[in-house]
C-alpha cells in the first residue's frame, strides 16, 4: 500500500478526545474535555431560533459574514487598546482550532520553528507539524509555572518564527503578568518573530490577576496574532466560531488559507452569535463571577478528599497531583494515563492525563475543569471521594 506522510506518524489523536470517548462509553461524569454542561446565554438561543427561518443558508464572505467581522472588531478593540478594521484585521474561522491552525500555516514555511511553552494544549505541537514547522519546547515551571526568559531567548536563537503564547494557560490556569508579557514581545521584536496568542479564555482570569492582550503592549500589535473564539465565553463549544486577528499584511495571507481550508464559519450561526458580541459588559462580569465561584467551591471540594492541587489563575481547568495515589500498593506500576482510565471506569469521573500536555516526562499530574453545575460538581466530588476508601 502506498506510505502515509511522515508528519502523521509524529503525533497521536487528542488525548483529551480520547478520554471523552471513553467517559461516553460507561457514562461517567466528564471532567477532561472543557465544555460547559448548562446552557448558551437565552439571547442567542433565542436569535438562533430566529435565524432558522430568516436566515442566512447559503455562504457568507469566505473570511466572515460583514456584520459579524464588525462586532467582532468592536467587542475586541477594548482589549487591543486600538480600532480594528473588520475588513482588513479579520478573519473569522472555524472555532479557535481552525483559528490556531490557519495562523500557523499564513506565517510558517517547512523546516521553521515555533517555540511552544510545555506544558501546552495539545493542538499546538500538531498544528506545527502540520505546518511543516518543528516545535521547540520551554518549560514553565510547577507549580507557578514561571519561565525562564534566557530559554526564550535561546529558543530564538535557533531561530524561531513564532511563539505561541496561551493566556489563560490550558491547562495549567496560568494567567501571565503584563511584565512576562513585555519580556516575551521584546525577544520577539528582538528577533523579528511573531507572538501567535490563544485568549480563548480572557473573561475567566480570577482577581488579583488581570488579562492583558498581547497586541495591547507597545510595538506589538504588528507582531501578534491574536486567536480566539465564542465556545468558551458564551458556552457554545458546538457552534465552532472563532477568529483570528491582526496586522494587514498577515491577514491578506489567513484569507487565503482560511478559504483552502473551510471556506467559511457557519453562515446562520455568524449571524445568531451577534447577540452575544453585542451582550453588555454586565454579562461578562457574572459570567467571571459564576466561574469564580465555581472554581473555589471545587477547589474546596477537592481539598475536602484531599487532593493536592494548584490554584488557577484563570480558565476553567485544575492540575490535580496523583502522586501519593500512585505509591499506593492498588496503583503499583501505574502513570497517569493508566490512573486516568481506572478513574473513568471505577469512579465515573473523567480526566485527562498530564503527561499528554508536558514534554518533559511528567507522570504524577492529572488535569481536571469545572465548567459545570454545583449539582454536577457535588456528584463529581463524591465520586472522586471513594478514592479514599483504597487506602
Known sequence: ?????????????????????????????????????FPPPKALTDRLKEVADEGPHQYPVTFGAPNFREAVAKKQAGRAKREID????????????????CAMMTICDPGDKVIIFSPFYENY??????????P???????????FDPDRIEDAFKQGAKAIVVCNPNNPCGKVFTRDELMTIGKLALKYDAYVITDEVYEHMVY????????????????????????SKTYSITGWRLGWIIGPEDFIEGA??????LTIAAPAPLQEAA??????????????????AKKRDYFLAGLDKIGMEHNDPQGSYFVMVDISKYLAWKTFAGYDDYRFCEWMIRNLGVAAVPGSSFFREPVHHLIRLHFAR???????????????????
Request: hydrophobic share 40%; net charge negative; aromatic share 6%.
Open 136 to 146: 521547540i519546547f520551554v518549560p514553565l515551571t510547577p507549580p507557578s509555572y514561571d
Open 255 to 260: 484569507k487565503k488559507v482560511h478559504d483552502f
Open 1 to 37: 500500500m502506498p506510505t502515509l506522510s511522515s508528519r502523521v506518524q509524529t503525533f497521536t489523536d487528542s488525548v483529551i478526545r480520547r478520554m471523552t470517548r471513553i467517559s461516553d462509553e460507561v457514562g461517567a461524569i466528564n471532567l477532561s474535555q472543557g465544555f460547559p454542561d
Open 86 to 101: 473588520p475588513e482588513a484585521e479579520v478573519v473569522i474561522t472555524c472555532g479557535g482550532t481552525e483559528a490556531m491552525m
Open 274 to 291: 451577534i447577540a452575544g458580541l453585542t451582550m453588555p459588559d454586565s454579562y461578562y462580569a457574572e459570567l467571571l463571577d459564576g466561574y
Open 125 to 134: 505541537e500538531a498544528d506545527t507539524i502540520l505546518s511543516g514547522a518543528d
Open 373 to 391: 453545575s454545583k449539582e454536577t460538581i457535588d456528584e463529581a466530588i463524591r465520586r472522586l471521594s471513594q478514592i479514599n476508601d483504597l487506602a
Open 207 to 230: 482577581a488579583p490577576n488581570e488579562h492583558v492582550c498581547m497586541a495591547s503592549l507597545p510595538g506589538m500589535w504588528e507582531h501578534t496574532i491574536t486567536c480566539n473564539s465564542l
